[in-house]
């Protein structure tokens, strides 16, 4: 008969508990763990998740809120239990950013700038003393304007219901930017490790705060706003973060190699965009 409070094998992995075993040698389950479920055991569980001072979800925010460069750095140098995994993090954002953009829309207005231009176009189309020449050749400017039309709508339709994918690309792409950056400094995984905590976080602000905003401010030169100061707080949250990882100097040329650390990285992922949003639309008027 056992001594002690634990089964004498571990319920997880059967692997052989020592009565002064707390938790299993093998794969780390608590040697106290009930095979029965109770209520009062999953209530402590979500208290647990919840308040837990330590490597919970909601700590790893505020130290990425308080002090991300220090937090991002701790992980680096192998504090891996104190924080929530960078990964499970992030993927827990992007089922937010999907929820949230299905409901938000927050990059659907960008289309009112073709449509007007169409629009002013059916107005010339209406008067009547044009040359029939003339009308076929605004006819087939309007028809190319709603080609350009259909198709930024297409792209911005897919921003808001495929950002996942979209941040999935993204994410290993600026690492890999960075990481070419600093090759001899840190491994590729560990690029990826840190931009995966800082767009983990800046995704969670933006469900948080700038996809409500921007569905209020659509259609007023708020929008415009509000997009520039997410790029900026992009591009500072970032800077903040290596200019701490890799130790710059608290100098004017210190600030700077983080900035320019920073927009390397955003620029990279920017251009990338813009070649493939363009290259649709043309293949779509052209096509
Ligand atoms: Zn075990």
Known sequence: MSHTHHPDNCLNCSHHLEPQDKFCAECGQPANTHA???????????????????????????????????????????KHKKYYSPFSFFFIVLGLVVFTNSVFKPYESFNQMNSSAAGASTQLLAKKNISEAEKQKISKKLEKLRKIDVRVAKAMHFMNTRTNIVLGIST??????????????????????????????????????FSPLMYLAKGTPWYGMLLFIMMLMH???????????????????????????SLAGITGWTIVCV?????????????
């Not at 055991?41 to 991300?68: N, S």
């Not at 070649?275 to 096509?287: K, P």
């Open 235 to 261: 591009i500072v949250y970032t800077a903040i973060v290596y200019h701490r990882v890799l130790d710059m100097r608290y100098s004017f040329g210190g600030y700077l190699k983080a900035a320019l650390t």
């Open 36 to 78: 029965r479920i109770t209520l009062p055991h999953i209530g402590h569980e979500i208290v647990h998740v919840v308040t837990h001072a330590d490597k919970g979800f909601f700590y790893l925010i505020k130290a990425l809120t308080l002090q991300p460069g220090l937090t991002i750095k701790e992980y680096l140098s192998g």
């Open 172 to 209: 290993p792409f600026i690492a890999f930017v960075i990481f070419l950056l600093y090759y001899k400094r840190l491994f590729y995984a560990e690029q990826l490790s840190i931009v995966t905590f800082i767009n983990g976080y800046l995704n969670l602000l933006s469900v948080v705060i």
């Open 275 to 287: 070649i493939v949003v363009t290259l649709y639309i043309a293949w779509g008027v052209l096509y």
